[in-house]
């Protein structure tokens, strides 16, 4: 079987501290392993789990860490794709 983590598996975090119901923005913070962390907020939950599966991948985003919350900041990507077009 092979598998798309190739190695990485254990060394990925994910964490979603998000109230069960919520129907707002998110906030989804990104931590590469380069030391650098970065941010996207998108319109709904839905759009920022997409966010995360595709950071996480290592063969798409190459994340190691990320961390989805809500916020009321303003939306800088307004679904998955748009964030994955930046990267």
Aim: include cysteine; proline fraction near 2%.
């Amino acid at each position: 079987m092979y598998s798309l983590l190739d190695g990485y598996e254990g060394q990925l975090e994910a964490e979603v501290h998000v109230s069960k119901g919520y129907q707002g923005a998110c906030k989804v913070i990104l931590e590469g392993s380069w030391g650098k962390v970065y941010f996207a907020v998108l319109p709904c939950f839905y759009e920022a789990k997409r966010v995360m599966g595709l950071a996480l991948n290592p063969h798409v985003g190459g994340f190691y860490g990320v961390t989805i919350v809500e916020t009321n900041n303003d939306i800088t990507h307004e679904r998955a794709e748009d964030w994955l077009l930046e990267h």
